[in-house]
C-alpha cells in the first residue's frame, strides 16, 4: 500500500530528507569497535542464524528506537546495498536515517513479532510505530548477511488499517501452538517445499483447487481484506483473479524455519504496470497451511536508488 497516515508520510519526508543531506555533515561520527573489525558469525549452523537475527533485530531496534549510529558501525557493511525505494545505498544513509527519526520520533517502537532465518538470509515481521497511540504500520524487512555483517535489505510496508474483515489482527498467532518462534529446524525443508508448491499452483498459476489440497480447515488470516478461513481465502482470491485475468505474480525468494515460510514476490496486475512488493508468511502445521500473514506495497514510480524493490 501506498504511505498514506501522517506517520508514514513524516518518515517518507525524513528519507528524503536524509538522502538530500551530507550524511557525514549531521551525523555525529562513531568508530567501529574493536571487536567489529573482521566480525564473524559463530561456526555452526544453529549459532550462525541466531547470531544473524539477533543482528538483525538489534540494527532495527538501534536505528529506529534508539537513534544508535554505533550499531550501524559495527553490524552493517559500507557498501550495504538498499531495495527500499526512498533510501539510498550505503550505510551512511542509514546512520543519518536512526540520527534524524530519534530526533523526530523519539518514542517509536519497533515491535518485532517473529523472526526467521535461513542461509544468509533473515526475514523479521513487526509492527512499526512511529507515534505512541497509532496503529502503525505492518513491516517485513530481508537481510542478507555477508561475513557477519547486513550487506543488503528489502522491505515491504503496509498501514494498519482501522477494521479488519476476518476480526484477527495483522500479527498475532491464532493457530496452536500460540508462539511466534518458528518450530524445530528438521521442519524446514519439507515446509519449505509445500509451501513452494502450493504457492506456485495457487498464486502463479492461479489454480484454486490448491486451497483444497494445500490448506487445513483451521486456516486462520491475517491479511485485513480477506474473511477468515479456507471459504475466505477461496472467495478473496477467486474475485482477484476474475478481476486481474493478466495477474502475473514472479516469485523472488522463499525463506524458510521450521513451520514458517515467507515467500517474496512481486505481483503485477496488469501488463506494464509497476505491480507491488507482497510478502506472504505462511504457518505449516502437520503438512497444512494454517495460518498467512501479509504486507503488500505499491512498487512506486521513481526510487532513491537502482536496485529495484526485488
Known sequence: MTPTTPARRALVAILAAVALTSTVAVVPAVAAPAAAVGERAPYGDAARLGY?????????????????????????RQDYIQHNPLAADGAETLKGLAFVVHQQFPEAAYDVKRVVSQGDLVLVHSNVVLTPGSRGSAVF???????????????????????????????STVSRPRTGEPGPAWLTSSNEKLVTRA?????VRKDLSAIDEYWGPEYHQHNPDVPDGVEGVK????????QFPALAVSRKRVIAE???????????????????AVLDLFRVRNGKIVEHWDAIQDVPETSANDNTMF
Open 52 to 76: 544473524q537475527k539477533s543482528v538483525a533485530v538489534r540494527v532495527l531496534k538501534g536505528v529506529f528506537e534508539d537513534g544508535d549510529t554505533a550499531v550501524v558501525d559495527r553490524y552493517v
Open 141 to 171: 524487512d530481508i537481510f542478507r548477511f555477508q561475513g557477519g555483517r547486513i550487506a543488503e535489505h528489502w522491505d515491504v510496508a503496509q498501514d494498519v488499517p482501522a477494521s479488519s474483515a476476518n476480526g484477527n489482527d495483522m500479527f
Open 199 to 203: 504457492f506456485d499452483r495457487l498464486m
Open 235 to 242: 472467495a478473496g482470491l477467486g474475485g482477484y483473479f476474475q
Open 258 to 276: 521450521g513451520d514458517l515460510v515467507a515467500v517474496h514476490s512481486h505481483y503485477g496486475n496488469a501488463p506494464g504496470a509497476r505491480g507491488q
